[in-house]
């Protein structure tokens, strides 16, 4: 009986060292904030500018482009950048020679190409001539091609005054050409 008394009391004890270790270590998980590991996903926002100002040189040395935003959110999973407000002014021989300003803009990094939404307008600077005003709620530019293209409704100011509206667009920049797609109607002044 000594003897199983022995062994009644050691694993006694070992139980209530068990228990003891059991419950230290459930009451010190209990006090500690628990920081979760997360993974980044495509919603992640990689960073972020205020009062975003930026500027573009030609091979030359002189400023080809300049572009302003209120707020940028830059999404590196999904290679974009959303803007607030944004604003880009293109030069020819220091000049001024197009603007584009919307509400909002999707900038795709691999592609050089933007999407401008929400009351977009687009002014092209003519020399000695009247300016020409594009308006419409979503334009895309192409940087590398220099061109602007929609799918939307516009309405196109030329350089004489006469209105032309349609239902999308493909403007080559360089070559300074606009062709309409579909609903083409316009209002022509006679000069």
Known sequence: MLVARHKLRLIF?????????????????QNKTIIPTTTSNDQDVDFYIKKAHF????????????ATSDYIEHYKQRQISQLSAPYFVNYKDLDIS?????????????????TFKKQV????????LEDTYLKTETLHYDRNKNS??????????????????STGLF?????????????VKGTFNEK
């Open 121 to 128: 307008l687009a002014i092209s600077f003519k020399n000695a």
């Open 148 to 165: 602007v293209s929609t799918d939307d409704f516009i309405e196109f100011t030329d350089t004489f005054g006469n209105i032309t509206t």
């Open 13 to 29: 004890a070992i139980l209530i060292v068990i228990f003891a270790v059991i419950g230290w270590i459930n009451f010190d998980n």
């Open 98 to 114: 197009q603007t584009i300003k919307s509400q909002t803009a999707t900038a795709l990094d691999t592609s050089g190409k933007i």
């Open 55 to 66: 500027k573009a040189f030609n091979s030359n040395g002189q400023l080809a482009n300049t």
């Open 171 to 183: 403007s080559d920049m360089n070559s300074q050409t606009v062709n309409f797609k579909t609903n």
